[in-house]
């Protein structure tokens, strides 16, 4: 399976970005997806999850209010609405697919997700 992270970029405080996931080669719609996000220097860090069928999402309390996860499971991709950006968001963004298929609770450690994208950077300037 392959991931694709796109959508980062750089963006004013207070301003808005939409990062998308695109997944091939596996039965995406089966699995719950996480996005994370990591500085340099620190710890790769769980933002917002949604289950396999979209019924289901959880998000980080920085984030909470703020961005909004969603799924297009006919286009195989999970979207991350990001709003009223501040420059603690700057990070490499990046999503990844749960380890196991149909979970109805979402996992935040990011042991429990395999099959990352890339990453994608969002610079929030202040």
């Known amino acids: 399976v392959q991931l694709q992270a796109s959508g980062g970029g750089l963006v004013q405080a207070g301003g808005s970005l939409r990062l998308s996931c695109a997944a091939s080669?596996?039965?995406?719609?089966?699995?719950?997806v996480g996005w994370f996000r990591q500085v340099p220097g620190k710890e790769r860090e769980f933002v917002a999850a949604i289950t396999w069928s979209g019924g289901g999402t959880f998000y980080a309390d920085s984030v909470k209010g703020r961005f909004t996860i969603s799924r297009d499971n006919a286009k195989n991709t999970v979207y991350l609405q990001m709003n009223s950006l501040k420059p603690e968001d700057t990070a490499v963004y990046y999503c990844?697919?749960?380890?196991?298929?149909?979970?109805?609770?979402?996992?935040?450690?990011?042991?429990?997700?395999?099959?990352w994208g890339q990453g994608t950077q969002v610079t929030v300037s202040s």
């Open positions: 990844a697919l749960d380890r196991l298929p149909g979970r109805r609770l979402i996992a935040t450690p990011d042991y429990e997700y395999d099959y």
């Open positions: 080669g596996r039965h995406f719609s089966s699995y719950a």
